[in-house]
């Protein structure tokens, strides 16, 4: 049997070692120094941008379109393994609209082609429309929205226990509370184990899907791949009823301020980008933070009476230099492998990561 070690278990360390725990002569073992789902997984809204993105072709565009596909028999199998419920909005992800130039309209109007032509739906909504189908949107800036039925928003939490329980059910053994000290190695381009609190783990593959864990991780490896923090922030608003029409409930998204509803008249508003300022220290910004629910309040008036039921942040992996996410071989060794630094995407990207490592492993055989 092969083993694979992942270290790293928020939403997509989860993802993987449940993909890979339904391959056949794998052992599988997952460390994580923190239990799942904490870091920049805990934080995360769950609005998976995929139909309604700007990517439209290349990598960029086939990971989302097979994370979208994915999720779709991927919750409800996770589900019926587990029994855990995973909330999970299928009312789609309506966009609001703030420019009414020819040139912004065209853009849209050029991209509901292009996802008609990839078999995926887009529709353009003008105020009259907006109004009449989420009447507490309520505000003169807004020149119309797009409105996209097949994307979704999940729990991120839940999906990631789901994940583990799943994945454990089939064998893969998770040890929390671990941490990486070192990571020797013997022989060129081969990584033969790692130091951790508790002894040496050897394996045959090691797969770094640890968000901002990777940099140190790396660089004792002795090849740095360089992931930068940036914090978001988010708040619990209730309003004790559902808005607009109780029926149709989608993620609403204005200016990069979502709203998000998670039942019983609750909604998750958010959230703020905020980078480093000096070293990787990022204290949250209260003033980030309230001109975000300020922007909320000003798309949906009735959110001004909401009470604050919580705030929390996160920090964000973004890989410096270089696009997001990096997926891939470590430079310089044949058995180590990268799928980390999504970003503001590791819960839309998860399933398409786990499928692409996957298929690393696949590749090269599993009896190594």
């Known amino acids: 049997m092969s083993h694979v070690v992942i270290i790293g278990c928020g939403v997509v360390g989860a993802a993987i070692a449940y993909q890979l725990s339904q391959v056949k002569g794998l052992k599988i073992t997952v460390c994580d120094r923190q239990p799942p789902a904490q870091a920049s997984t805990g934080a995360a809204l769950g609005v998976l941008m995929g139909v309604i993105s700007q990517k439209i072709k290349g990598k960029a565009w086939q990971m989302r379109q097979t994370s979208i596909q994915h999720y779709e028999t991927l919750i409800p199998e996770l589900e019926a393994l587990t029994g855990r419920k995973i909330p999970f909005n299928r009312q789609g992800i309506l966009m609001l609209l703030f420019d009414s130039s020819l ?17 995926w739906n887009l529709e353009i909504w003008d105020t009259a429309k907006l109004q009449n189908i989420c009447p507490q949107i309520d505000c003169e800036k807004i020149t119309g929205a797009v409105y996209s039925p097949q994307d979704r928003q999940l729990d991120p939490t839940a999906l990631t226990l789901a994940l583990v329980e799943a994945a454990q059910q089939s064998g893969v053994t998770f040890k929390f509370g671990v941490t990486v000290l070192d990571a020797p190695t013997s022989r060129p381009e081969f990584c033969d184990c790692l130091e951790t609190t508790e002894g040496k783990i050897a394996a045959d593959w090691f797969v770094i899907a640890a968000g901002l864990g990777s940099t ?77 629910r300020e922007q909320a309040i000003a798309f949906c008036p009735e959110l001004a009476t909401a009470t604050i039921l919580r705030t929390w942040s996160g920090l964000r992996p973004r890989p410096e230099g270089r696009p997001a996410p990096v997926i891939g071989k470590l430079p310089g060794f044949s058995n180590v492998l990268l799928a980390t630094g999504h970003y503001r995407n590791g819960v839309l990207l998860a399933p398409a990561t786990a499928y692409a490592i996957r298929e690393m492993i696949i590749s090269q055989g599993i009896g190594r």
């Open 103 to 119: 040139e912004g309209m065209s853009a849209w109007e050029k991209l509901v082609k292009i996802r008609h032509s990839q078999g």
């Open 216 to 292: 140190p991780l790396t660089a004792k490896l002795n090849q740095i791949i360089d992931i930068r923090p940036v914090l978001g922030q988010a708040l619990q608003m209730r309003v004790g009823h559902l808005l607009g029409n109780p029926d149709f409930q989608p993620a609403i998204t204005g200016n990069d301020v979502h709203i998000v509803p998670v039942g019983g008249g609750d909604y998750w508003v958010g959230a703020t980008v905020e980078f480093p300022s000096n070293g990787d220290q990022i204290p949250p910004n209260q003033q980030l933070l309230e001109s975000i």
